[in-house]
């Protein structure tokens, strides 16, 4: 399969859309030669010459794209029959593609129009950094199979920098040929930490099952309303300075065998004044150990302490128990998680809520709490 001019064409012009600049020629140029082409135009034009060149699987390796034979599987495809995905990274560019070929190892479809690949806007370079997981099923029951894809990147700079983090996508197979995407699938996907595997992204788009309102609602009853559960036993109300009574309300949501726990902070009319992600990057709520509201940081302001035990799938495709906890630091109009702490103390499995709370305001350079 060739791709053409078009892909080009289309990557030239988001480019522009990005606001990535022209490069502007001096009208009075007596030799009217084109414009210059951006160092990022030129790696795509090289990059698109390499991907143009796979013509068979074994092509894939001598065009510098490494294969990832762990995750080469069989599918049904549309006119073609059983053929093998091949995924692959380009790690020049840091970028993830998909390969499909026949039983002869020729290529009849490739794809590199994908979630991962579009995280750093305007630029070659993107943070794909390994395959986290893939699988096959009919998320849009029309009897073909769909590809449900994670991948595990790594940003180089900004806040999040050196800290894996998933994204996940969804290819449906097209029934004329090949596989196509629906971006605002996967925006949601992401944006809504349905990312954390691929149950949870099937529960999305096949079963319409959402995590959306648990970042979107405004009111407690709407969170009720649409499946939250309350813990009970950690739901109370307390004062916390200059934002006045509220009520800490820890609820989860069940779905597709997974606990999403999330925390609220909800005012006496029943609207939702903050909202707390303490789980991060683990798929499910085991059991939550405590809640306690204390000041951490020596501000006089009442803190929150979250210490609760999550699970996740590890690599080999086996359940992990572990402790955790979270800091949120109450701040002008609400809280903000802390981002230091936890880098210097991992929580172990024997601690408890006593030991986390001396641990942090050790941290900070106090041992008792002010009257």
Known sequence: MCWGKRPLAVFLAALLFCGVPAVMVRADDASGREKHETETMIQYREYQKRLESVETRWDIAKQGFEVVEEHIFPI?????????????FDRKYGRLLLFFADEDGEIVYRTDQLEANNRAAGVMQQPCRSVAAIVFRDLNRDG??????????VNVSGDYAGKPYRVGDVLFQSP?????????????????????NTELITAFVRDGYSTEFLYTAATLDELLSKGL????????????????????VPGVYHVASFDIFMVYLVNEQGDIISSLQPMGNYDNLYA???????DIDGDGLKDIVILAKYSYEDDDGQMVVESDYSIYYQRTGGFSPDMSIKNRYRCEDDD????????????????????
């Open 229 to 248: 559960r309350i813990v009970s036993e950690q739901y109370y109300p307390r004062t916390f300075g200059k934002l006045g009574r509220l009520k800490l």
């Open 144 to 153: 073909l199979q769909d590809i449900v894809l994670l991948t595990t990147c």
């Open 288 to 294: 939550l150990k405590g809640i306690n509201c204390k």
């Open 352 to 371: 408890t809520m006593e030991t986390l709370i001396e641990k942090a305001r050790a941290y900070w350079g106090w041992k008792a709490e002010t009257p």
């Open 176 to 196: 004329e040929t090949g596989f196509y995407r629906d971006y605002r699938i996967a925006d949601k996907i992401n944006r809504f930490g349905m990312n954390k």
């Open 76 to 88: 049904e495809m549309k006119g073609y029959g059983e053929v093998s995905m091949i995924p692959a």
